[in-house]
């Protein structure tokens, strides 16, 4: 198996993936806000952004899986292109 040749991520992708995390996070406390049993407001934003934080983290996973799978079939099919050696 060969080593890459270049980097596998810049501080562009990293800071792309950074701020969707983030409007993910976002996101997923607005909406579990009304899923909380609660009538205190801290508790209840307080829960939901526990909650939206491993909703957020899986979101994160899924990003970074999906990258190296995406670039893993780029260079097969480039290879591909390239005919045998």
Do not use: Y
Not at 2 to 26: H, M, N, S
Not at 48 to 73: E, K, N, Y
Request: hydrophobic share 60%.
């Amino acid at each position: 198996m060969d080593l890459p040749k270049e980097k596998p991520a810049g501080r562009a992708p990293l800071a792309l993936d950074a701020l969707l995390t983030v409007a993910v996070f976002v996101f997923f406390t607005w909406i579990l806000r009304s899923h909380v049993p609660s009538n205190d407001p801290f508790f209840i934003w307080l829960w939901a952004a526990i909650t939206a934080s491993c909703l957020a983290a899986l979101f994160w996973l899924a990003l970074q899986m999906f990258r190296v799978v995406l670039r893993a079939q780029l260079e097969a099919k480039a290879r591909e292109r390239a005919g045998p050696r």
